[in-house]
């Protein structure tokens, strides 16, 4: 009975250091997971990736034309308040390692992506006006409101002192291709 014992232990121990020599690349994910199985990163990725794609290549949701940012900043927390202009904007809910990566391949075809911690990273000051950097947009997602059907996020994009726009997405998950943006909700700020 020890052989037995002894023989799992060392086949176990092997095994678990056979995870060791692997890829340390991202398995690529299912489009969409059945309701309620998804995890909570894949979920973010799923609903932040339209909002964020509607939201850049829509000019009169973001007020500028079509290809503008050179380079797209995100914060890398979801703030509750992101769409209101006069909101505390404190320290948001870290949006997920996995989903940021798979955020950035997505919408590597319209901007590069940079997840930062810190907008004041980002910011640079002109003549008195702050803007910022390299071209680029700084967005601040708002933190997911609803379930495995319905949802609602609020998306703040700042470029200028006289550039930024405020709103909120409802979105709809359809079975077979995914969530989907399905218009706006609630009051939309453009400075």
């Known amino acids: 009975m020890r052989r037995v014992l ?9 095994a678990g250091t056979a995870g060791c020599a692997r890829s340390t690349t991202a398995v ?3 489009a969409l997971a059945p309701a309620g199985d998804a995890p909570a990163d894949l979920r973010e990725a799923e609903i932040y990736i339209p909002v964020l794609q509607r939201y850049l290549t829509t000019p009169t949701e ?4 079509a ?3 050179t380079k797209i900043y995100v914060l ?8 209101d202009p006069l909101g505390k904007h404190e320290r948001g809910t870290a949006i997920a390692l996995n989903a940021q990566h798979q955020i950035t391949a997505a919408l590597a075809q319209v901007a590069p992506v940079e997840f930062i911690a810190d907008r004041k990273a980002v910011i640079e000051t002109r003549d008195g006006c702050p803007q910022v950097r390299d071209g680029g947009i700084l967005i601040t997602l708002g933190t997911v409101d609803g379930d495995d059907s319905k949802a609602k996020v609020a998306i703040n994009g700042f470029v200028a002192c006289l550039g930024a726009t405020w709103l909120t997405y409802a979105l709809q998950r359809d079975a077979g291709s995914g969530w989907r943006v399905t218009g ?7 400075a």
């Open 28 to 30: 690529p994910t299912p």
């Open 184 to 190: 706006t909700t609630g009051s939309t700020g453009i």
């Open 6 to 14: 002894v023989l799992a232990i060392v086949v176990g121990a092997f």
């Open 67 to 69: 290809r503008t940012f």
């Open 76 to 83: 890398d927390q979801a703030h509750p308040d992101a769409g």
């Open 62 to 65: 973001n007020s500028f034309p």
